[in-house]
């Protein structure tokens, strides 16, 4: 389904094949790292979406579904079966009578049940709500209007029905951390948050605040075989040039490279071999703002997207390490066009439709970004010479990361850059820019537009997968004609992985998002 | 000894009352709200029911009196984003911060004392510009270079020590972090040990010692070195609370878990409860030190006790 293998790094190819030719090894210990911030932000993974802390939840927990990266696509974890009726809207899941959590209690369908009841109530605020949402009356129990959520009944212990408000495929749902699988007697209690239980393939040990999870082996885990480690070690290394050097000492097996290592790996030849990357679904954007006046007219939207020379951006200031943009869906998804071509750097053209557009002499705006060195601050700082060539000038307006977030989904911006997931499910991608989707949901931009509501529209009604997914493409050609945002790229995620360590899977959600239990070192680790 | 102490605790009250009044006005006005930072696509109905939850709907003067008031009892409230305690949450980083903080305090007073009475004892020397040059150099090096650079020299060139972690809290794992956060302070007192020795040196009580017969080593020992300790001592007390401070780059870069880590991750996430949790609890660190040094000032100087 998804088409992985187009953008993977040679070595990084060669690292997956030897994992096809060798024997996997039992025992050793993984050391992984969490490279995105000074710590995890905590044990209770219902309660975060920081993709810091989905790394060790990967090892710890489970949830209904799992993301197969092979497959590019997510697959039945928890259940074995999923029998769908009802007109695609009901989905009965036969659940796996042989997950046990770590306190050796066997799962049953009274805590899948318990678990999204949990992440539905209202006053907490779960991130996973967006996912569990889709179950019929999930909705209600976030509002404090029902306890349990209707659509989720149990048949059995091993047999939950699941009715759904729309007809989606529940994998894209349920495969994050976000909607993982608690234990119902144990995680209502106080003692949960400091020693978390789960279905993962390995159990608790340690959590040392601000600098590693520990965890090992859990021998009931239900995929016969594995794990096959005994022990996971995930420290917490925000600083790059720090985990440069730990890589480097061999005391790390993995790590996230920025634009400048790249380079710096890619020109190593004794590092160029650990590079694996692959295209995350994210798609980074300038978003306009269409009640402001100039980006209320397609042809200022496009003009932007002629202004700016995208390509330049991502060679030199990007080092590489994104690819260009030629719609919102990205390389990765399942509905990438690959005829869609990117709009040309062209500033002639850009200031002709400015002037047709009633702007011959452009106009000013405020540009609000964050510090991100990928999406933010640099990115705008490169841009605002190009745009100035064509007569827009634009006001830079710095705000942290979190303050980001409030302003995009308030609307109080002219303009903004942002990264944006954008798979791996392409309907609700696209679903983002549909009219009835609220701005404080994903339709930041505040887009309207009655084709293109049509079409998503009739994608959502459609059963055979073909033809949603033509119309799908239709909406994304649509969305890309209109250009309510500046197509800049796609991430492409970098990590640097150990030669002993073996079976990483290019996962196109989030590169550091493993299946652990697929992993193993050989005896040359230094890590016993 | 008792009513100076009294005293000096009394004094302490206005400062902590004013740190926790600024820093929850800050946070309070601030844009950016722990609600936001949890989930991208929540109902705004959700995100009213979680503020009111958490308080946050209520006036800012009201939400304060609340904080003091349990304040009062020892209670740093829940943090908003793990509903764990936040006195539990700081206990749990506080043991490796002041691991931290304590012995690159040691290495500075270690190496920086002395340096600076070497350096002192014999002006103008070769010792004493070699040493000034590497004060002043340790006071200029940013420190997450420093560490980067000591890292790659003791970890992967040399292969001594670890580059990062805490590993089982074992000393070979508190050498760089240490070191790195020690320099600058080592060079501040090598240049003030430097200063107040030379000062005293030439003072009338040291010359009448001296004229009096006595050996230059116990004129050094008895009049000079315990002259000099004062000044020493207030820039130890002043450079513990930097170091609380700097900790935050230092922990961050050696995956050191300290609170300087929580505080940083707290003000991103805007978990209010933890960020006034852990700057308080830096404040009074700093205050306490400040106390023990002041009452050192008494020991060493008795005349300042009753001044």
Known sequence: MFRTIAIVAGLGLALAGTVEAQTPRKGGTIRMTAPYGSSFTSLDIHTTQRAQDEIYAKALHRSLYIWNSAQGKPVLELAREDVVSGGGLVHTFKLRDDAYFHNGRKMTADDVIWSYNRIMDGSKAYPGARYVRVIEGAAAVEKGQAKDISGLKKIDDFTIEMKLTEKVDPGFYFFTALTSIYPADEAAKESFIQKPIGLGPFKFVEHVPGSRIVLERWDRFYRPGRPYADKVIVSVMGEAAARDVAFRNKEIDTSVLGPAQYVAYQSDADLKGTIVEVAEVFTRYMGMNTSFKPFADKRVRQAINYAIDTDLIINKLVKGKAYRASSWLPLTSPLYDKTMKPYAYDPAKAKQLLAEAGYPNGFEFEWTTSQNESWGLPIVTAVIPMLDKVGIKAKVKQVETAVLAEVVRSGDYQAFIYSQATGPDPQAALKCFHSATPQSACNYMNFRNTDFDKLVDEAGQVDDPAKRGQLLQKANALLYEEAPVWFFNYNKAVMAVQPWLKGIQLNATELTHQNVEDLWVDETSPAK | ?307
Do not use: C
Not at chain 2, 20 to 49: H, N
Not at chain 2, 164 to 169: A, E, K, N, S, T
Not at chain 2, 281 to 291: D, E, P, S, T
């Open chain 2, 1 to 307: 000894m008792l009513s100076f102490l009294i005293r000096r605790l009394l004094q302490t009250i206005p400062t902590v009352l004013a740190v926790v009044l600024l820093v929850f006005v800050l946070f309070s006005v601030v844009p950016g709200s722990i609600v936001s930072t949890m989930s991208d696509d929540s109902d705004p109905q959700v995100e009213l029911r979680m503020k009111k939850q958490l308080g946050l709907d209520q006036p800012v003067y009201m939400r304060f009196g609340a904080y003091v008031a349990r304040l009062a009892t020892g209670d740093l409230g829940a943090s908003f984003r793990t509903r764990e305690p936040v006195t539990t949450m700081i206990a749990k980083r506080a043991w490796p911060t002041l691991q931290l903080i304590f012995a690159s305090m040691a290495f500075a007073v270690l190496l920086g004392v002395p340096l600076g009475f070497v350096a002192a004892l014999r002006p103008g020397s070769l010792v004493d510009t070699v040493s000034m040059v590497l004060a002043v150099s340790g006071l200029s090096l940013a420190k997450f270079w420093l560490g980067l650079l000591l890292m790659y020299l003791f970890a992967l060139r040399l292969g001594w020590l670890p580059s990062f972690g805490y590993g089982d809290g074992s000393l070979k794992y508190l050498i760089l972090p240490a070191v790195t956060l020690g320099v600058s302070p080592m060079a501040l007192l090598a240049r003030t040990t430097r200063a107040a020795v030379l000062e005293i040196m030439t003072a009338d009580f040291v010359r009448t010692a001296r004229s009096k017969g006595m050996s230059e080593t116990r004129v050094v020992k008895w009049h000079v070195m315990r002259n000099a300790l004062v000044l020493i001592l207030t820039t130890m007390g002043l450079q513990f609370g930097a170091l609380m401070g700097q900790a935050v780059v230092v922990e961050k870069l050696f995956s050191w878990p300290g609170i300087g880590s929580l505080l940083v991750d707290s003000v991103l996430q805007r978990d209010i409860p933890a960020v006034q949790g852990s700057i308080l609890v830096v404040v009074l660190f700093f205050l306490a030190i400040n106390l023990l040094i002041d009452v050192l000032y008494g020991v060493i100087d008795p005349r300042i006790r009753y001044a």
